[in-house]
């Protein structure tokens, strides 16, 4: 192989057999431990997770936009953005690789293809103006979720042969992290009750207060207290609590502009949100936790 020393330097002298063998034979060692550190069967659930999330935000905005309600859209917007920022950092907890090297075209085709179906929902929702059927408009968004879950589902196929990897110790879940996990369940409690009254000077200010709070995560996304942290040190209790919150926000939002819903009881719900988040967020899970999924 040619060499391309670096400038104002000499080249190297070639390596010996004996050298070159034990070259060969440290990439073998290093593929392995690629190999252990990537694990494309969590990746390709974490991506199904994310394509059936993405299906849930943009079926409620649709369903409260035919609705004539848009202000509380954007709390369903802005717990979908900080559950995409988790999620994430999950991803990097499994190796944040996407090891399509044959099919990359494919691939990137794949992901504009769903781009493309979620935007044409919203495209057809602004422009039909409600004559549509609401099974139509939201044809073009199934479509896409549905390539963002064969996407998932391919990982899942890639990963038929390779073998369970070793378990891994998680990274501390310390007490930034624990006080960012019980924010996020009172500030999701605080936009579920506030959609649930649909007080439009009252949404507007949760929607600031969040989304200050979602640019300070998104800065602090390197750090212990981050919500990409977050991903990377949760164990399924708190995530439990992050679906639980979503679920609530979504059914918040849509219940008050498709139905006569009782406040109250999403005021309980909420409650029964940060009594969950002071729980999770308070748990001294084992620092062996990462099973081999």
């Known amino acids: 192989m040619e060499q391309k020393p670096m400038r104002g330097a000499a080249p190297l002298d070639p390596p010996s057999p004996e050298v070159a063998r034990l070259y060969l034979d440290e990439v073998d060692r290093v593929l392995e431990r690629r190999a252990d550190r990537v694990n494309l069967r969590a990746q390709g659930w974490v991506t199904i997770v994310q394509g059936l999330l993405m299906a849930g935000f943009v079926g409620c905005t649709i369903v409260t936009s035919r609705a004539g309600e848009t202000t509380a859209t954007i709390l369903l917007l802005l717990g979908f953005a900080m559950s995409t920022q988790v999620l994430s950092g999950l991803t990097e907890r499994f190796g944040g690789q ?7 075209g494919l691939y990137y085709a794949a992901v504009v293809l769903a781009c493309v179906g979620i935007v044409g929902t919203f495209g057809m929702s602004l422009l039909s103006e409600g004559t549509f059927p609401l099974g139509v408009i939201l044809a073009p968004a199934a479509f896409g979720v549905l390539v963002l879950i064969g996407i998932g589902a391919c990982q899942l196929w890639q990963s038929r042969g390779a073998p369970r990897g070793s378990r891994r110790e998680l990274r501390p879940f310390v007490w930034p992290a624990r006080g960012t996990t019980l924010a996020l369940g009172v500030l999701l409690s605080i936009m579920i009750v506030t959609a649930a009254y649909r007080d439009v000077l009252a ?22 207290w981050g919500l990409a942290y977050l991903g990377e040190v949760w164990r399924w209790p708190q995530f439990l609590m992050l679906a639980a919150g979503l679920v609530a926000l979504a059914a918040s939002v849509v219940a008050s502009v498709t139905t006569s819903a009782d406040p109250l009881l999403f005021v309980l719900v909420g409650a029964l949100i940060v ?4 729980c999770v967020s308070l748990v001294h899970p084992s620092a062996k936790g990462d099973a081999r999924v």
């Open 98 to 104: 996407r090891r399509f090297t044959r099919w990359r």
């Open 203 to 224: 949404i507007s200010l949760v929607t600031v207060l969040a989304g200050i709070a979602l640019v300070v995560a998104s800065v602090g996304s390197g750090t212990d």
């Open 275 to 278: 009594i969950l988040a002071l």
